[in-house]
Nanobody, 117 residues
Framework: QVQLVESGGGLVQAGGSLRLSCAASVSFLNFNDKGWYRQAPGKQRELVAT???????SYADSVKGRFTIFGDNAKRTVYLQMNSLKPEDTGVYYC???????????WGQGTQVTVSS
């Protein structure tokens, strides 16, 4: 069983920055893709950013140039650095991982990000 624990959310003014962290209970060697998603009130969960086992990254158009996903294998943690935040970035942010064996997806519990205008 894989456990993911997110942290780093909070309330920030527009234009500010936050760094989200997602710590895994097992080595990153067990995972292929790792990603961050978000869900705004009344909306579906959407993909924000992903990073592959090889380190390739991809981003939603709405966050390109502002957000950066990166990982630290030694700390078993994947990060989402969010700069130039906008009110529309408000939502609950979730990390997920996809395992190498069995292609199983695990989700964290989510962390709230609120951007005030």
């Amino acid at each position: 069983q894989v456990q993911l624990v997110e942290s780093g959310g909070g309330l920030v003014q527009a234009g500010g920055s936050l760094r989200l962290s997602c710590a895994a209970s097992v080595s990153f060697l067990n995972f292929n893709d790792k990603g961050w998603y978000r869900q705004a009130p009344g909306k579906q969960r959407e993909l924000v950013a992903t990073i592959t086992r090889g380190g390739s990254t991809s981003y939603a158009d709405s966050v390109k140039g502002r957000f950066t996903i990166f990982g630290d294998n030694a700390k078993r943690t994947v990060y989402l650095q969010m700069n130039s935040l906008k009110p529309e970035d408000t939502g609950v942010y979730y990390c997920n991982v996809r395992t190498v064996l069995g292609d199983i997806v695990y989700w964290g519990q989510g962390t709230q990000v609120t951007v005030s205008s």
